[in-house]
């Protein structure tokens, strides 16, 4: 993969750090176009706007129904998995105790401190 040249300096031995671009000939740093951006589009808010990440604990904010069974309003949720590719608008997946492994929307659950 090659990156682009320094604009300060024109080093061709620039790198990438996290959401910028680096020149270790003289220090110069500088924004990634549209990564940071992209980062962020692909983030799992809750029903409050809360980023969620794998491992957290949530609750359910409403009852819901999954065919004869019911996830009840306040049932805690631990240890939940962001999946990579949302499965039919679903982007959680996570063990509910009495009902097994479901997927869920980040909009139907609040993340637990």
Known sequence: MSYPPCPKCNSKYTYEDMWNYVCPECGNEWAQEGKQ??????????????????GDKVSVIRDLKMGKDVIKQ???????????????GHDIEAKVDGVGSVYLKGEVVKKLV
């Not at 962020?40 to 980023?51: F, L, P, R, S």
């Not at 306040?74 to 039919?88: A, K």
Request: no cysteine; hydrophobic share 35%; charged share 35%.
């Open 37 to 54: 951006e992209e980062e962020k589009a692909n983030t799992i808010k809750d029903a409050h706007g809360q980023e969620l990440l794998a």
């Open 74 to 88: 306040g049932t805690i949720v631990r240890n939940i998995r962001i999946l990579d590719e949302p499965v039919n």
